[in-house]
């Protein structure tokens, strides 16, 4: 090794990085709390979604807490342990944190298929997300059989599974985007709304992916000591946050709604003539989401309405995304 192993460069990085995995940990738990509050009658599906994170999240965080332990409390500053392989938690908790980050690219690969019913982007999605998985699952097996202070011979492995990661994420969040774009309907208010998703779409894969990178650059760069280890353990938070908060975040993008709607109602008006002796009132149109439903009202404008002297009603179909 490069440098000379010690307790500041080997246990340091990894109880700062406990305490800022349980910091995003607790995040998560608010934002558990918060979409049961919000939708006590959303679809089971989601429930047993956000459940699952929940349960499979404080799996992880127990087998980095058993880990910690392990190393700071039963063996404290025993350096003699660096040349045996690590503890089994250590090891464990690559693949848990995988399987959850692989769920949850899954989950947001469904809502491309959602959106674009592109079987090619999707399968694309997918493909890398398993990858990774396996990646993860090989680097798990190599870890548990090698010394800790050879880790730095198996950080290809390690370096090809969160690179692919990264590249996932990257990739999801730019085919929701370039799906998205393609359901503007000209209305300034749908627009509006689009614009929110795709902040939104850019934003999960942007924290996941830097998060992702680091890891990466700290575990080429930095292999003589724990630093990499340290940042990996908030990675696999993150995705689970990212998720649960695109769920929570569905009221703030349609701006109202009930806590069960899984689709919504735009107003598609029927054609108005200047000389109708009546107005005829708007007819509902159901439109489904991608799992995130978007407001409900009146889609006026001056450029593509009649007048009426209610306002502006739009004279052509309102189209939205489908989900």
């Known amino acids: 090794m490069g440098v000379e192993p010690s307790i500041a460069n080997t246990l340091g990085p990894i109880v700062l990085g406990f305490g800022a995995s349980s910091i995003v940990f607790g995040l998560l738990c608010i934002q558990v ?36 332990w392990y190393y700071t409390v039963t063996n404290y500053g025993r ?24 769920v949850v690219k899954i989950c947001f690969g469904l809502r491309v298929w959602k959106l674009s019913r592109n079987y090619i982007l999707t399968g694309i999605i997918v493909a890398m997300a398993i990858g990774q998985l396996g990646t993860a699952a090989v680097y798990t097996i190599r870890a548990n059989n090698t010394r800790l202070d050879q880790a730095h011979t198996i950080k290809p492995i390690g370096i090809a599974s ?53 890891v990466v650059l700290l575990y080429d760069f930095m292999p003589d000591n ?36 899984s689709k919504l109602s735009f107003i598609m008006a029927t054609p108005v003539y200047p000389n109708s ?36 009603l739009p004279t052509r179909p309102l189209v939205s995304y489908a989900g």
């Open 226 to 261: 724990t630093v990499y280890v340290g940042t990996y353990f908030i990675l696999s938070k993150l995705y689970g946050n990212s998720c649960v908060a695109t769920l929570n975040s569905r009221r703030f993008v349609r701006g109202r709604g009930t806590d069960h709607e």
């Open 33 to 68: 709390w918060q979409y049961f509050q919000r939708y006590p009658k959303d679809r089971l599906g989601y429930k047993i979604l956000v459940s699952w994170l929940w349960i499979a999240e404080a799996a992880h965080q127990a087998l980095i807490g058993h880990c910690l």
């Open 277 to 312: 002796d009546s107005i005829k009132r708007p007819s509902p149109l159901t439109i489904q989401t991608a799992g995130i439903p978007l407001h409900q009202g009146y889609m006026t404008s001056p450029q593509s309405g009649t007048r009426t002297p209610e306002g502006y």
């Open 162 to 214: 969160l690179a692919l990661g990264a590249a996932t994420d990257i990739f999801t969040a730019a085919a929701l985007s370039f799906s998205l774009n393609k359901k503007r309907t000209g209305f300034p208010t749908s627009n509006t709304v689009i614009n929110r998703l795709i902040l939104y779409a850019v934003n999960n894969g942007f924290v996941t992916s830097v998060c992702s990178i680091a």
């Open 79 to 102: 350096m003699d342990l660096l040349p045996e392989p690590p503890v089994w938690s250590l090891s464990i908790q690559i693949v848990v944190g995988a399987i959850i980050g692989t």
